[in-house]
Antibody, heavy 121, light 108 residues
Framework: QLQLQESGPGLVKASETLSLTCSVS??????????WGWIRQPPGQGLEWIGS???????YYNASLKSRVSISVDTSKNQFSLELNSVTAADTAVYYC?????????????WGQGALVTVSS | EIVMTQSPATLSVSPGERATLSCRAS??????LAWYQQKPGQAPRLLIY???TRATGIPARFSGSGSGTEFTLTISSLQSEDFAVYYC??????????FGGGTKVEIK
């Protein structure tokens, strides 16, 4: 059974960098059939896709965040990571990591439990 | 960017009744649409992909239909555990992957 688990600081100061890691167990992150993505959800609001990475290292970002975001993969640890710099209060959200397929199987089929990150002033 | 619009924002339904949720895409997305259910404090759960295929373990009372720009999620007979927020998502043309704003299904 595939499991994803987010980890990282729950409190980040404004203007600093938010860093989260997603640990994957139950399957290899090297699978050519999947992408690995980050989605966030501000309190009481909807879902926003941040970006995704393929095991090869190819990355895809939401243009609204592209100038501040970086996603990387560590296949040796079966992990992928998110960095979001110059954070503000608007970046306070629950951050989810999730897996999605390719082409017609592109839905997010497995999700982590989510990590609440609060940006403080 | 493909914009996904869900309606209504809130749907009040009695247990045992049928619920019909709508999702519209700003341009054709073929059948590359997913539906998710989210309960408070939990991650979203995949219900439907390919517009009409139930994900593993999803009860038959959940069904999806549509293609192109208009999609529907139907819950045939609402159970107590079905009261939640539902999101649609398109994965036809990305980046970006885009979600609708959600429909909250509440107890009438």
């Amino acid at each position: 059974q595939l499991q994803l688990q987010e980890s990282g600081p729950g409190l980040v100061k404004a203007s600093e960098t938010l860093s989260l890691t997603c640990s994957v167990s139950g399957d290899s992150i090297r699978s050519p059939s999947y992408y690995w993505g980050w989605i966030r959800q501000p309190p009481g609001q909807g879902l926003e896709w941040i970006g995704s990475i393929y095991y090869s290292g190819s990355t895809y970002y939401n243009a609204s965040l592209k100038s501040r975001v970086s996603i990387s993969v560590d296949t040796s640890k079966n992990q992928f990571s998110l960095e979001l710099n110059s954070v503000t209060a608007a970046d306070t959200a629950v951050y989810y990591c999730a897996r999605h397929g390719r082409g017609s199987l592109g839905a997010f089929d497995y999700w982590g439990q989510g990590a609440l990150v609060t940006v403080s002033s | 960017e493909i914009v996904m619009t869900q309606s209504p924002a809130t749907l009040s339904v009695s247990p045992g009744e049928r619920a019909t949720l709508s999702c519209r895409a700003s341009q054709s997305i073929s059948s590359n649409l997913a539906w998710y259910q989210q309960k408070p404090g939990q991650a979203p759960r995949l219900l439907i992909y390919g517009a009409s295929t139930r994900a593993t373990g999803i009860p038959a009372r959940f069904s999806g239909s549509g293609s192109g720009t208009e999609f529907t999620l139907t819950i045939s007979s609402l159970q107590s555990e079905d009261f939640a927020v539902y999101y649609c998502e398109q994965y036809n043309d990305w980046p970006p992957l885009t979600f609708g704003g959600g429909t909250k299904v509440e107890i009438k």
